[in-house]
């Protein structure tokens, strides 16, 4: 599966951004998805993930309660809402895509520049 992260933007402190992740290629449906974030001289950080089968999401605590993680399969699209953005969301954020269910992401998008000025 091929994926395309798009969305990012410059937002004040308080807004709101919607991410959304393209995925083209094998049946979207068949992964686990999820979005990842990496600020300048930090290590990619797990955001959030949501199950193939049974629609469950887990999110990291530092998102939780302001953002929200959706896919649409017949759209082959997975979107991260942000509301409530803090200087410290500032990052690259990443989409990926796990076939197995075993929290290895195979897949990855090319990321998308998310700034939140204070």
């Known amino acids: 599966v091929q994926l395309q992260a798009f969305g990012g933007g410059l937002v004040q402190a308080g807004g709101s951004l919607r991410l959304s992740c393209a995925a083209s290629?094998?049946?979207?449906?068949?992964?686990?998805m999820a979005w990842f974030r990496q600020a300048p001289k930090e290590e990619r950080a797990f955001v959030a993930r949501?199950?193939?089968?049974?629609?469950?999401?887990y999110y990291a605590d530092s998102v939780k309660g302001r953002f929200t993680i959706s896919r649409d399969n017949v759209k082959n699209t997975m979107y991260l809402q942000m509301n409530s953005l803090k200087p410290e969301d500032t990052a690259v954020y990443y989409c990926a895509a796990d076939a197995n269910s075993d929290a290895v992401y195979e897949y990855w998008g090319q990321g998308t520049q998310v700034t939140v000025s204070s």
């Open positions: 290629g094998r049946s979207f449906s068949s992964y686990n």
């Open positions: 949501f199950w193939r089968s049974s629609g469950r999401t």
